[in-house]
């Protein structure tokens, strides 16, 4: 499988702490029968001020330590691009990463708050010749009121990853409930693990790839975990969707009662 989204390298974000840690999250990468991993620390000004040879150089030297440790996992360069108005500019130039050698950069909007004119940034981006990859929309606090904009992102063109613990249940029911929909709704082209650490945050992608195996089938499985990634890396065009529009079911907001189980 090819994990498009982590932050194993070290020391360089709010990902893997040392190089004991990355090493370790290799190793449980390989064991979940993970073959290319993507480095891709932050780069959101002011917060995480990473830039591209800083990334290279870490990530080179991470890699030498998976020869020296005997850790069969190739990397693949990339960053976790927060959203800025001069994106395909900055990627244009070199001083953002796209993922490895390819058009497609991960694409990181606010958690909290749906951006005015994202989906004009999108398309120009798009013109520019960048292809955005939508990191975990079904963890974004906004989807719920704003589920329109994010369907007209994926029908745009934005390749949808969805986080594997948000499939799994990892990141609470909410997400679990996107993830869901998204999936029967055929909006979905890959999942990543977005691992952090080898604790609350884990790389690994088995689990989430046999739950939409179980919920869908085995081919739609496999096209998120290891087609579209390749493709992806190929700088190739993802496999067409076949988008299902579904009722909205979302779930209701649970009151102070219902919380505290008198409801």
Request: with cysteine.
């Amino acid at each position: 499988m090819i994990d498009l989204h982590s932050h194993i390298l070290p020391g360089i974000d709010d990902g893997a702490k040392d190089l004991a840690m990355a090493l370790a999250m290799a190793r449980m990468a390989v064991a979940d029968n993970t073959t290319h991993i993507a480095c891709t620390p932050h780069f959101m000004p002011g917060v995480y001020d990473n830039n591209v040879s800083e990334v290279t150089q870490i990530m080179s030297e991470l890699a030498t330590a998976f020869v020296e440790n005997g850790i069969d996992l190739k990397l693949v360069r990339g960053g976790d691009i927060h959203i800025a108005p001069d994106i395909s500019a900055k990627l244009a130039v070199g001083t953002l990463p796209v993922l490895g050698t390819s058009n497609y950069f991960l694409f990181e909007p606010p958690h909290h708050v749906l951006p005015p004119g994202i989906l004009n940034l999108c398309k120009n981006t798009m013109e520019a010749g960048y292809i955005p990859v939508l990191t975990h929309p079904e963890r974004l606090t906004w989807i719920e009121k704003n589920y329109e904009t994010m369907c007209k992102l994926d029908e745009m063109g934005l390749v949808i990853q969805l986080t594997a613990g948000s499939i799994t249940g990892t990141f609470g029911k909410r997400a679990q409930y996107w993830s869901e929909r998204m999936l029967d709704e055929g909006r979905v082209d890959i999942i990543a693990s977005d691992a952090h650490n080898t604790q609350s945050r884990p790389p690994g992608l088995s689990r989430a790839r046999d739950a939409i195996a179980a919920r869908l089938d085995d081919q739609a499985a496999l096209r998120m975990v290891q087609e579209n990634p390749r493709r992806i890396l190929d700088n190739m065009p993802v496999l067409l969707k076949s988008r299902q529009v579904t009722a909205n079911t979302a779930p209701k907001k649970r009151g102070f009662l219902a919380r505290i189980g008198l409801e």
